[in-house]
């Protein structure tokens, strides 16, 4: 079956500009994460949903993050006022189940995000 | 919270020869450890992972321990191909936390 989809695959944004990046996880997975990878680092946990809530956003670096998942399916991470420093590989991963980080997450392939 | 450790952060072996990527974490609570190897530009897929009811999972020519005492688990890949050449990253989950964390990477790199 079709894996997580993430779109765009690239994305520039001048600095201050806002960004939304969207996932479409595997259908029926329960859990969704949010993940921020910079060059030569592993990914930094960025925020959590199981099905519409969100339960975890503590990795969101600030309040110009906002995340969301109406229906328990597609989510969209957006970012307000751009900066240089969000330059990073945005991963969206999905899980089957709503057992918290237990699972196996499946990852899309990122978004590359350069904010010139 | 959770703090993984992964060393080393680069490797460099001859084809045939195995190689050992090694990790730490500090939460006792954390119980499940998968690897991923992730391709330049691609996404991580994950390879292997243990569960902490268990010491040791084979699956061909990967294998995984885990030591629950001293807070370690190691990637093991015998006769590694050109092919394995990528950054493999380890990680933690605390079913508690929700979240998983990862280890910095470990570039492999396999000479033919």
């Known amino acids: 079956g079709a894996g997580v989809s993430q779109s765009p695959r690239y994305k520039v944004a001048k600095r201050g500009q806002d960004v939304a990046l969207r996932c479409d996880p595997i259908?029926?997975?329960?859990?969704l994460f949010w993940y921020q990878q910079a060059l030569g680092q592993g990914p930094e946990f960025l925020t959590y949903?199981?099905?519409?809530?969100?339960?975890?956003k503590s990795g969101l670096p600030s309040d110009r993050f906002f995340a969301e998942r109406p229906e328990g399916s597609v989510s969209t991470l957006k970012i307000q006022r751009t900066q240089q420093e969000d330059s990073a590989v945005y991963l969206c991963?999905?899980?089957?189940?709503?057992?918290?980080?237990?699972?196996?997450?499946?990852f899309g392939p990122g978004t590359r995000l350069t904010v010139l | 919270g959770e703090n993984v450790e992964q060393h080393p952060s680069t490797l460099s072996v001859q084809e045939g020869d195995s190689a050992v990527i090694k990790c730490t974490y500090s939460?006792?609570?954390?119980?499940?450890f998968p690897w991923y190897k992730q391709e330049l530009g691609k996404r991580p897929q994950l390879i292997i992972d243990?569960?902490?009811?268990?010491g040791e999972k084979k699956d061909q020519r990967i294998a995984v321990t885990l030591n629950k005492t001293a807070k370690h688990f190691s990637l093991h890949i015998t006769e590694t191909q050109p092919e394995d050449s990528a950054v493999y990253f380890c990680?933690?989950?605390?079913?508690?936390?929700?979240?998983?964390?990862f280890g910095d990477g470990t570039t492999l790199t396999v000479k033919p």
């Open positions: 991963a999905s899980s089957r189940q709503g057992t918290r980080g237990v699972d196996t997450q499946y």
């Open positions: 259908s029926g997975h329960v859990s």
């Open positions: 949903f199981q099905n519409e809530a969100q339960l975890d």
């Open positions: 939460d006792s609570a954390s119980n499940y």
């Open positions: 243990i569960r902490s009811n268990v």
């Open positions: 990680a933690a989950s605390n079913p508690n936390a929700g979240k998983s964390t």
